[in-house]
């Protein structure tokens, strides 16, 4: 038998799509719309025995798989070569428990994380890892890919929250360790290994997240602050005044792009979405008022209120909308995210004035979102892009890629952020979890 065949025999007509039963999927490309190749099948498994199986039948073929997810990554990472298949575990979701006692949860690698998210509210807890796009990305993503989202700078990325793990390596072997436990000092810790991987070392199917206690007096605020030092001296005053569960920034070609002029009728150079557990807010909006750290703020009186901020910093509103872009996911040290900004912004008109870029992020982790406007995107111009981008990046000690990985728009760029050292380190571990490269190839190294 062929290996299309195989696998048809062990998953069923449901459990292997091919041929016209692919048309109208959204498997070919990821958010990026960089995806120009639809697999040429796609596996959906429905239990970890089938997920094992289906990889030993091509680990024996040579078969290249790769692991796709809500298809909300912004790297390419998801994305088929012409012969590739892809495996998705949408079939294998599901809170499977929630432990009160512990406060963790298991969870199934397909399970979409706004599902988690409300099965742990229910259960009177806060799975702390959030994102824009909790409706559609899969927890198996968000680990595959350390997801990182709005919360990092009071709960970190999703590795910080990841206690157990279990995932099944390119021939078909199963590892599974699903501690519950914090302190876990057995050897090589291969769930680290395994967040981040891009799907490029195994394929998650199950995990442990750790559970929070629900916040108290979760309060919601945006400010308008004239200069960067001002945002710097409202992050520091708010450290030391408050629980900060997320800082958020926007430059004012992002604010007003996103709908500022919705909440204030002027656009500040700089508005701060500010979110704070356990009250203080207002006594700190009133002393950074006092201090001219800011000069307006609005606080939320209700939830609606906290959504209606949270869509501006999400680009949810309909005004968002830009075609032709360009999305960059950096990280810099706090205090050289501005400079970063004005000589992107400058260095990028000046090669090219047709373009408009846009500066977003979530500076109290460090992590700056950058959407450049190409018109018509063609490969040289993103490409002058990518490489005014980066070697600012690195000239400025940043990394490129703060939480949507590598993938392959990325690939090329890796050397500025790491040493040919640990790239050696990364291909040794790739070769040795996957001799026969059949795991998302291409993508990473």
């Known amino acids: 038998m062929n290996v299309l065949s195989e696998l048809q025999a062990l998953l069923g007509p449901d459990g292997c799509l091919a041929g016209p039963s692919l048309e109208g999927l959204a498997q070919r490309s990821d958010a990026s719309a960089t995806g120009r190749d639809l697999p040429i099948a796609l596996l959906r498994p429905c239990s970890v025995t089938e997920v094992s199986a289906a990889l030993e039948i091509c680990h024996r073929h040579r078969q290249p798989l790769v692991p796709q997810g809500g298809m909300t990554g912004l790297a390419g990472g998801a994305n088929c070569r012409a012969g590739d298949m892809a495996i998705s575990l949408a079939r294998f979701r599901g809170v499977e428990e929630v432990d009160t006692v512990s406060g963790v949860m298991v969870v199934r690698a397909g399970t979409v994380l706004e ?37 990092v700078i009071r709960y970190g990325t999703v590795r910080d929250n990841l206690l157990g793990l279990e995932a099944v390596l390119a021939n078909g072997t199963v590892l599974s360790h699903l501690s519950r436990v914090q302190k876990d000092n057995t050897g090589y810790d291969l769930r680290h290994l395994l967040a981040g991987s891009e799907g490029t070392l195994g394929v998650v199917t199950r995990a442990v997240l750790r559970l929070r206690p629900l916040p108290q007096d979760l309060e919601t605020a945006i400010c308008a602050l004239q200069d960067y030092s001002a945002v710097l001296a409202l992050m520091s005053l708010a450290r030391s005044q408050v629980t900060l569960s997320a800082f958020e920034v926007m430059w004012a070609d992002y604010f007003e792009l996103c709908g500022g002029m919705r909440l204030f009728t002027e656009i500040p150079p700089y508005a701060v979405l500010i979110e704070t557990e356990g009250g203080g807010l207002e006594a700190l909006l009133e002393r950074a008022l006092e201090e001219g750290i800011i000069f307006d703020a609005l606080v939320a009186q209700s939830r609606a209120d906290a959504r209606r901020f949270w869509d501006v910093r999400e680009a949810a509103l309909p005004e968002a909308h830009v075609d032709d872009i360009v999305n960059f996911d950096v990280s810099l040290p706090i205090t050289v995210a501005d400079d970063y900004v004005q000589a992107c912004r400058t260095a990028v008109s000046k090669a090219m004035p047709s373009t408009r870029s846009f500066f977003f992020g979530h500076i109290g982790d460090g992590n700056l979102h950058i959407m450049v406007q190409v018109p018509g995107c063609a490969d040289a111009d993103v490409h002058a892009v990518d490489q005014i981008t980066y070697d600012l990046i690195r000239d400025m000690g940043g990394v490129i890629s703060a939480e949507h990985g590598i993938g392959t728009l990325k690939r090329d760029w890796l050397g500025h952020s790491r040493s040919q050292g640990e790239l050696a380190a990364m291909r040794a571990i790739k070769a040795a979890l996957d001799p026969a490269g059949i795991l998302n190839p291409g993508k990473v190294l």
């Open 115 to 151: 599902t988690a998210q409300k099965t742990a509210e229910d259960a009177g807890f806060l799975l702390p890892i959030d994102l824009g796009a909790r409706g559609s990305c899969q927890i198996g993503g968000n680990i595959a890919t350390n997801a990182g989202g709005q919360r």
